[in-house]
């Protein structure tokens, strides 16, 4: 059973641009959240999707925003980028609609911008 | 909003030895999950052990422990029998029905283990 695959690993992007990021939960697996990591804020809360619904979003700008394909895949996108994005983006599934058994987290997207 | 306080940034333990981290949390709720991630050089999180907070019995999972206090509002984990493969972050986090699929982590605890 494939776990949660995030693409791609790494991505270097310039201020300004705006960058796209993919994860595929394991199969079956119906929510999808997303976590951004920095050494200085730790793991926080972007979003989270079922059923391509956006369930509960976490205290980002509006730069930040997703979505949620009929296959489940989801994918978010960051405009405008900052260099203060530079950040581990983390997805991860889980089989219930709410993760009472906890997430299954994908390796990360290392994004940086420069 | 809930917080999770790790007040370990580092840690380090001898193979074969006993190790615990500390883990403390802020909620109003009776009700919620608590749980310890690890996460390896390899960046992916993986789930540790997990506790109900409804249920009194400590979880355990082979050589990974937990002491729940829930009047404390504490949850710490205790690895017995340190491996090598152990070293990793550390990551403690909060779930409840009230914050649906939302997790707080904590600032995490970097484990080494000495050979």
């Known amino acids: 059973k494939a776990g949660v695959t995030q693409t791609p690993r790494y991505l270097i992007k310039t201020r300004g641009q705006q960058v796209t990021l993919s994860c595929s939960p394991i199969?079956?697996?119906?929510?999808v959240s997303w976590y951004q990591q920095t050494p200085g804020q730790g793991l926080q809360f972007l979003f989270e999707?079922?059923?391509?619904?956006?369930?509960n979003k976490g205290n980002f700008p509006g730069r930040f925003s997703g979505r949620q394909f009929s296959n489940s895949r989801s994918e978010m996108n960051v405009s405008t980028l900052e260099l203060g994005d530079s950040a581990l983006y983390l997805c991860?599934?889980?089989?219930?609609?709410?993760?009472?058994?906890?997430?299954?987290f994908g390796s990360g997207t290392r994004l940086t911008v420069v | 909003a809930q917080t999770v306080t790790q007040s370990q940034p580092e840690m380090s333990v001898q193979e074969a030895e006993t190790v615990t981290l500390s883990c403390t949390y802020d909620?109003?709720?009776?009700?919620?999950?608590l749980f310890w991630y690890k996460q390896p050089p390899s960046r992916q999180m993986i789930l540790v052990i997990r506790?109900?907070?409804?249920?009194?019995q400590n979880a355990t999972e082979n050589r990974f422990s937990v002491n729940f206090q829930k009047a404390a509002k504490s949850f710490s984990l205790k690895i017995s029998d340190s491996q090598l493969g152990d070293a990793a972050m550390y990551f403690c986090?909060?779930?409840?029905?009230?914050?649906?699929?939302?997790?707080?982590f904590g600032t995490g605890t970097s484990l080494t283990v000495i050979p």
């Open positions: 506790q109900e907070a409804y249920k009194q």
């Open positions: 986090a909060y779930r409840s029905e009230n914050t649906g699929n939302q997790f707080y």
């Open positions: 991860a599934s889980s089989l219930l609609l709410t993760a009472t058994y906890g997430y299954t």
């Open positions: 999707y079922f059923s391509e619904t956006q369930r």
């Open positions: 909620t109003s709720e009776s009700d919620y999950y």
């Open positions: 199969s079956g697996h119906r929510s």
